[in-house]
């Protein structure tokens, strides 16, 4: 009966944890802590429960989820209905240690979850029994003791509002420990506080960023060249009326032209003249002068001004 009770809450609780939970990464810890225990043997109806406490420390790998605990336990004193004739009832207590591994399914970053776990214990169950119940000595009362060990398999979960800090509740059966009569299941409740040490940051769970939409560049409005008028050609400044002289003897032209007739005889060079006109054509710069009565087209190579 008590099996199946084990059986049928431990499966509830990992079909819940299959269903609802997400696994985050957690930080490996070493953890410890106390918890208020509750023990009783169902299978004894002249049994009653008992109350005592229960002290454990632990560590929890990572990333595999798995942990290992050990655990110190005080059942406390149960008391059995009183015998017909008897000044005193018979008590059950039992203490020992227990070591275990066990799986968790993390809830959150902070180390909330459910866990399963199993193991081995070693304890005594003392049974202290009333005047007239021992069977060596019927006139004594006393107390009997014998040890035992076997198989534990316990079901869980813890609340941490921290990584450093939570709430932890247990159901735990101890299987068949001796107990001087039917050697039944013991089951033990439990909830408590627990404190944690992470002995590494938990990695977080990497997000890349956000990219933003790409943007097309947007082509300013097309803008005509602004109009820049070429340098002026270099010319000689205009000279009308302007006096020279004949650098080298010359004819005055009829036109602007190296290969131009003259109709008058050569100037010698260093006569006066005056530049009346100027210009550029192919063949360079020409100025039209006056040279006495005579006027014509003389180079400029042939003029110093």
């Known amino acids: ?6 059986a049928l809450s431990a499966g ?14 957690h930080a490996s810890e070493f953890y410890g802590g106390a918890s208020l225990l509750y023990g009783q043997r169902e299978k004894y109806s002249d049994l009653d429960a008992s109350w005592g406490g229960k002290g454990f420390v632990g560590y929890r790998f990572s990333p595999v989820p798995i942990f290992l605990e050990a655990a110190f336990l005080d059942t406390g004193k149960a008391d059995a209905d009183e015998l017909p004739g008897a000044s005193d009832h018979f008590s059950l207590q039992s203490s020992g240690y227990t070591l275990s591994a066990g799986y968790m399914l993390q809830a959150s970053e902070t180390g909330s979850g459910l866990w399963l776990r199993g193991g081995y214990y070693d304890i005594s169950t003392k049974l202290k029994a009333p005047l007239g119940s021992l069977p060596d000595d019927p006139t004594l009362a006393g ?16 609340w941490k509002p921290s990584p450093y800090f939570g709430v932890r509740f247990e159901f735990e059966t101890l299987f068949s420990p ?3 009569a039917n050697d039944e299941n013991l089951n033990l409740y439990s909830i408590g506080l627990v404190f944690a040490l992470p002995t590494q940051q938990a990695p977080k769970p990497y997000v890349p960023a956000a990219t933003p939409p790409a943007v097309r560049p947007v082509a300013p409005p097309y803008q005509a060249p602004a109009y820049v008028p070429p340098p002026p050609v270099a010319s000689p400044a205009p000279a009308y009326g302007n006096a020279g002289t004949l650098a080298t003897a010359t004819h005055l032209l009829d036109r602007p032209r190296h290969d131009s007739g003259s109709s008058g005889a050569i100037v010698p060079a260093g006569t006066p003249v005056t530049v009346l006109r100027t210009l550029s054509n192919s063949e360079g710069g020409w100025n039209y002068v ?3 009565n005579a006027e014509g087209w003389i180079a400029d190579s042939a003029l110093t001004r």
């Open 12 to 25: 509830g609780l990992l079909c819940a944890a299959n269903c609802c939970i997400i696994a985050p990464v």
């Open 1 to 6: 009966m008590k099996s199946s009770k084990m």
């Open 290 to 292: 006056r040279a006495g």
């Open 143 to 158: 107390t009997l003791k014998e040890s035992s060990n076997g198989a534990t398999l316990g079901v869980g979960a813890i």
């Open 178 to 180: 001796k107990d001087f």
